[in-house]
Structures are given as structure tokens and as C-alpha cells.
């Protein structure tokens, strides 16, 4: 069986005697300088042939490229051009780690640096933050006469209440002191009522009834 390849329209590569290339036998060899249009004539091949058989085409090492994450090559020239995005993502990668990695010479502007030193603002503020409920919970809790807060009070109910809070004018808080104030009355003197025996008026009533 003979397979006919057209390059016919390669009339600057080709000759017109010599425009169609005829196949003939199992194994084939093209050899030639650069130029003289091996890969042309690959390229033919595979978009004329390609319809009816699996044509697989080498060109050099253009199509192939190296994953050594997966210890293997990447075959195809669609292939080969993920790869090549795939290594210069792990580049870009590589130089964030460096960034983001502790690094002997302490370098300022680093990530790295960077991130430990806004981790150790932000401790030093949430701490802060929490003094600040344990102290203010203790007060509401220690306010006598009146007492306005239950022996339990902590900082979990303090900061339920904050969600409440309000600001309140000089006004306001003159209203709530009087109306929480709470003022010691002056002892009320006893009355003594006379002994009486209620039993006789038992008596009588069950004899009327």
C-alpha cells in the first residue's frame, strides 16, 4: 500500500517534479540540511494523514519538557507550553516561600517579618482589650447601694451588654442614679394591738349560720 503526501503548495521548498512525495514502505527516512523541508514535510503528513490514522510527529525538543515534581517528560507541543507555564508558576512559588519563610538576616521587608510583627501588635491590643473587660466587669460588679449587677458578673456579661450600650447625656444619667437610688427609711414606730380571744366570734357566727 502507497500513501501520496501533496506539496504542491510548497512550490518554494519543492520542485514541480518533485511536488508530491509518495510512500511506499514501513519505515521511511528524510534527511537533509536545515531549510530543505523535513518539517514541512512532517507537517503534511500529519494534517493529511491525521483524519484516518494516528499520526504522532517528533520535532526536536520543542515539543518536550521536563516535570520534576512527577519525575517524567510532558510529550506535545500543547503539552510542553502547560509545562512551561507550570514551571514559572512554581518559580513565582518558590521566590513567595522565600518571602513568607524565617530568614537569617531579618530582613525588614520580608513577609515573614512583616506577618510576626503584626501577630505580636495584635496580642499586644487583644490584650489590652481584655484588661479592659476584666476591669470594668469588676467594677459593675463591686458597685454597692445600689447593687446593679447579680455576685456572678464577669466580663462574658459585660461584653453582652456592651452590644446595648448607649451614650447617654449628663442628663440620662442623673434620671438613672435617682431613679436606682436607694435611701435608708427611718425605722416606723410599733403599734401593739390588743390581745383578742376570736375564737367567740367563731362561736357565734356558726350559731347565726
Known amino acids: 500500500m502507497s500513501i501520496k503526501i501533496n506539496l504542491s503548495h510548497h512550490s518554494d521548498k519543492f520542485a514541480s517534479e518533485t511536488s508530491e512525495l509518495v510512500i511506499e514502505k514501513k519505515v521511511n527516512f528524510v534527511f537533509g540540511k536545515n531549510g530543505t523541508g523535513k518539517t514541512t514535510i512532517a507537517n503534511e503528513i500529519k494534517s493529511q494523514l491525521a483524519d484516518n490514522y494516528d499520526v504522532c510527529v517528533f520535532k526536536d ?7 520534576a515534581r512527577l519525575d517524567a517528560v510532558a510529550l506535545g507541543t500543547e503539552n510542553a507550553a502547560i509545562q512551561h ?31 510576626e510583627k503584626a501577630k505580636s501588635n495584635f496580642a499586644k491590643q487583644d490584650k489590652k482589650i481584655k484588661d479592659f473587660y476584666t476591669s ?20 462574658r456579661n459585660f461584653q453582652k451588654e456592651m452590644e446595648k450600650a448607649v451614650i447617654l447625656s449628663d442628663t440620662d444619667v442623673e434620671i438613672c442614679k435617682s431613679t436606682i437610688k436607694a435611701d435608708e427609711k427611718v425605722a416606723i414606730r410599733k ?19
Open 191 to 209: 403599734i401593739a394591738f390588743p390581745a383578742v380571744d376570736l375564737s367567740t366570734y367563731l362561736i357565734s357566727a356558726n350559731k347565726i349560720l
Open 136 to 155: 470594668a466587669a469588676g467594677q459593675i460588679k463591686n458597685i454597692n447601694n445600689p447593687q446593679i449587677a447579680e455576685p456572678t458578673y464577669n466580663t
Open 61 to 67: 525538543f520543542e515539543g518536550i519538557a521536563e516535570n
Open 85 to 115: 507555564k507550570i514551571d514559572a508558576i512554581d518559580e513565582e512559588v518558590t521566590k513567595i516561600e522565600k518571602l513568607i519563610k524565617s530568614s537569617e538576616k531579618n530582613d525588614a521587608n520580608s513577609l515573614f517579618v512583616r506577618a
